[in-house]
């Protein structure tokens, strides 16, 4: 509903006027205003501070704690105030909602403590205003993380009985829980570096016999690299074995990138080992032994920085293809102007397009080689340009990688950007429902407070029959005058449903009226009662005849009028009793009052379909059954549909 | 034949020429378009710094809008005066107006907003239009605290007459005295626009033209196709329905 606007809904009301002199139907009675104060300014007293405010602000929201009954608890009699123990800089906001309908996020606030204000007056948090969402969101996100964090630590330390293999998992990823694990995790590390320092050291030139030049040293000591090359993969396999049958899901375990750096790592000496003699791919094979070096990438296991590193070059995919993208258009710019402009001169380095690609690079990036450099004037001009330009073009994504880096360093755990939108896409249609459901209350309530004006008619021997609800009876009266807004609204509705002569329903029950009906046209306006009642007994007692609809589904076209006005048309009833327990409407009283109306009337859980005809006969009040049967009694109440046309 | 030797000549002399220049521009051309550039950036660099100005070239960055001005109602005694709401009645409801609309003024804009959060389903900007229009007395696009509580008070706390006046005046779109078929009809249209698409039953197209025809049928008296403000009154007055819903408003504040 439009709490923010409610101070409007007088004027809405009065601009009804525009509808009556065309409606042809009467208008339903308005709902009072029984105990019509005056508005008047209320004290809520939150830990000694004092704030104050009209009763019809805090009314806008009625779901909430403040705008509802529930209030009523921390009434303190003595002071005439409402009393409140929390905290009163939080209560600030909350009360700054109800006065201007949106709810802000102060930024100093712990995002706990906020969180639990609000949950205890009654607000949820999606109402949260888009100015503070985002800030909102992203505190809540690091919270939930850090207790994760916090929730993994410590579950590492108990969990007496695990099995082998999940023992043996926890160690490989956490070294720190056994002395096995660390004692393995540092050996592991050895033999990295030792392999790793093997490859470099293979291709120094060591000693040099006196008949050739000098040898590397791979090449003279071959058998001892060798035999080191061997162990350092034999344990990097063992390694491997270990952790793949360790792995608690082996599949998503080859997959991982640590795993095929593994493979890539051990592979190229089984691959040197099978083919050692084969002269035409030995070519090959010294390509191979380059991903050697692939093994000091087992190095980031062993280092969180090095992960991070990769973790920020990976979320910053988009600021590097910008740094590609540009500097590819800049160089490819650049090395056309330059070979055009060096064309005339006699002996120049810039024999073609591509040629120039490696001045412009080296220029750019401000290496500076000097291997080819521009002669003429044109090409000195335009290669000055080229470098002040490769400067800008370089220094400015630079930065923000830089701060990405950083931001994912200290925070050392962040969700990835697509999660986040699934929960924006979350929060959406959060709201999007409770929108409906503002719109579907109407629809809701037209059930609840019809039935409910047709028992107050009832009220004095019904009221009198159940003594002992008395005190529900005043509940409910205050329920009543809490929601006097809801009811406002709500009538106003009806009146604009009495004029056009159609009825507001929800998407569900369009379509299936819709589909049902198919090409049958409704007689608009001129009631010919027989074909109007075929049509709509048709078609209602059709949809009666369907089992009772899923409990979510808003109920259906009760349409009860208050028989209080002499009807002119045909109106039809259903009722569909029996289980009827999906009405949540916020103050279970109504419901209550509802079903109990629902369980005298109906007897069976058949489902009753009465047809009203306009008969301007003063209405009966007597029995409470007589908001549901017409003057004519119904036939008999078979289980089953029952249809009665009275004539 | 001496044409045609000249102007072979001509053209052989033009391509000759062509080709020097061309092998000349190759280089020339360039370090002209260098030379060209790079004067080119420095008068945009030093612009820039703010050194030289160019006139050609006006700057819209501190084009702020004027914002909107401030209205101020008139006192509260001069509006009980006016209007038939006691002192605390003017008070609820200008709190609510300011609340809404701190600049004192409503605009039409605002006023479709703030009409159309009552009514989520249906599309309410037409009717807010025409009401807009029946509020704003003095044509001035902007509808005050004034204008707001003089119409609310005539519909509130007039007699029956007034109210059924300012009905027929929010009809009458182009206040000429007279309800024609194509205003009913524009009106009806909005009326209806506001029910939204799920109805039940399912909303015909022609649904507000049977509308306007019954009305006419019922307003027209001496069916010349036009409504007067008189037998519309009259015709009013002899509608229980109407009679009866126009008590409605006697309590809504």
Partial sequence: MAAGVAAWLPFARAAAIGWMPVANLPMPVAPTDKNKCQDELIVLNVSGRRFQTWRNTLDRYPDTLLGSSEKEFFFNEETREYFFDRDPDVFRSILNFYRTGKLHYPRYECITAYDEELAFFG??????????????????????????????????????????????????????????????????????????????????????????????????????FFCMDTACVMIFTVEYLMRLFAAPSRYRFMRSVMSIIDVVAILPYYIGLVMTNNEDVSGAFVTLRVFRVFRIFKFSRHSQGL????YTLKSCASELGFLLFSLTMAIIIFATVMFYAEKGSASSKFTSIPASFWYTIVTMTTLGYGDMVPKTIAGKIFGSICSLSGVLVIALPVPVIVSNFSRIYHQNQRADKRKAQKVQKARLARMRISKTGSSNAFLHSKRNGMLNQALELTQLPYRMKISD??????????????????????????????????????????????????????????????????????????????????????????????????????????????????????????????????????????????????????????????????????????????????? | MLRLALRKDLSRCVSVMLMFFREEWEVEGLQTVGFLLI???????????????????????????????????????????????????????????????????????????????????????????????????????????????????????????????????????????????????????????????????????????????????????????????????????KDENIMQSMQLFDNVI
């Fill in chain 1, 469 to 647: 609800q008395s005190s529900t009876g005043e509940k409910r009266h205050l329920n009543k005058t809490t929601s006097i807004i809801e009811s406002q609204h709500h009538h106003l509705l009806h009146c604009l449903e009495k004029t056009t002569n159609h009825e507001f329903v929800d998407e569900q029950l369009f379509e299936q009226s819709y589909l049902e009906s198919g090409l049958q046209t409704f007689p608009s306006r001129s009631p010919s009662l027989s074909s109007r009642e075929g049509i709509t007994g048709t078609c209602c007692s059709r949809r009666a005849k369907k089992s009772s609809p899923p409990p979510n589904a808003t109920h259906t076209h009760t349409l009860t009028h208050p028989h209080k006005h002499n009807l002119q048309e045909l109106s039809a009833i259903h009722i569909q009793c029996g289980e009827q327990q999906t009405l949540n409407t916020s103050r279970s009283s109504l419901n209550m009052m509802q079903d109990e109306s629902a369980s005298l009337n109906c007897k069976s859980s058949s489902q009753v379909t009465t047809a009203i005809i306009s008969i301007p006969t003063p209405p009966t009040n007597n029995s409470p059954c007589s908001p549901e049967t017409p003057t004519n009694p119904p036939s008999n109440s078979s289980a089953g549909v029952v249809k009665v046309s009275a004539l």
């Fill in chain 2, 39 to 237: 004067v080119c950036s420095s008068l945009k660099l030093l612009h820039f710094l703010g050194l030289i100005d160019f006139s050609a070239e006006d700057s819209i960055e501190d084009d702020f809008e004027l914002s909107t001005v401030c209205h101020r109602p008139e006192g509260l005694e001069k509006l009980q005066e006016q209007t038939k709401f006691t002192k605390k009645e003017l008070q609820v409801l200008y709190r609510g107006f300011k609340n809404e609309c701190p600049s004192g003024v409503v605009n039409e804009d605002t006023f479709k907003l703030i009409y159309s959060q009552f009514f989520p389903q249906g599309d309410s900007s037409t009717y807010a239009h025409f009401l807009f229009e029946a509020f704003d007395t003095n044509k001035n696009g902007s509808v005050s605290f004034e204008d707001f509580v003089i119409g609310l008070s005539i519909i509130l706390r007039g007699t029956i007459n007034d109210r059924l006046n300012w009905a027929f005046n929010l009809y009458d779109l182009n206040k000429d005295g007279c309800i024609t078929k194509e205003e009913m009809l524009d009106i009806m249209k909005s009326i209806y626009d506001m029910m939204g698409k799920y109805t039940y039953p399912c909303m015909q197209d022609d649904a507000p033209r049977e509308h306007v025809e019954n009305f006419f049928q019922k307003m027209d008296r001496n069916h010349d196709g036009v409504v007067t403000i008189d037998e519309f009154i009259e015709s009013c007055h």
């Fill in chain 1, 123 to 224: 607000i949820i948090p999606e109402i949260i205003s888009d100015c503070c969402y985002e800030e909102y969101k992203d505190r809540k996100r690091e919270n939930a993380e850090r207790l994760m964090d916090d929730l993994e630590d410590s579950k590492d330390s108990k969990l007496p009985n695990m099995t082998f293999r999940e023992t043996m998992w926890r160690a490989f990823e956490n070294p720190h829980t056994s002395t096995m694990a660390l004692v393995f995790y540092y050996v592991t590390g050895f033999f990295i570096a030792i392999s790793v320092i093997t490859n470099v050291v293979e291709t120094v030139p060591c000693g040099s016999t006196p008949n050739q030049r000098d040898i590397p040293c791979g090449e003279r000591y071959t058998v001892a």
């Fill in chain 1, 307 to 310: 992960r991070i590193l990769g």
